[in-house]
Nanobody
């Protein structure tokens, strides 16, 4: 599976962005998906995950209520609608795909089989 993120950019605090992750290759619905991010000088961290058919969505605490993860299997795409952005959301955002059925592990990087190259999100006034 090849993954390509898009939709990043520069936005003011309080603004919104919608990230997309386009997949190609194997059947998209065979994979649970996740978003991760890496801020400057920090380790990559989990942001959200979604199950194969749109269920099993979970978010890290700092984005709950502000970010919404979704997917469209017909379009082989996953999305992250990000609202009320703050400077703390500045990071490179990565999408990832896992063949694992163990929902508990979807929070961890190591369970993901495929990764995109990332898209930069900068929140600044």
């Amino acid at each position: 599976v090849q993954l390509v993120e898009s939709g990043g950019g520069l936005v003011q605090p309080g603004g919104s962005l919608r990230l997309s992750c386009a997949a190609s290759g194997r059947t998209f619905s065979n994979y649970a998906m996740g978003w991760f991010r890496q801020a400057p000088g920090k380790e990559r961290e989990f942001v959200a995950h979604i199950g194969r058919y749109g269920g099993n969505t979970e978010y890290t605490g700092s984005v709950k209520g502000r970010f919404t993860i979704s997917r469209d299997n017909a379009k082989k795409s996953m999305y992250s609608q990000m609202n009320s952005l703050t400077t703390e959301d500045t990071a490179v955002y990565y999408c990832a795909a896992t063949s694992s059925w163990d929902v508990i592990r979807w929070f961890t990087e190591s369970v993901y089989d495929y990764w995109g190259q990332g898209t930069q999100v900068t929140v600044s006034s």
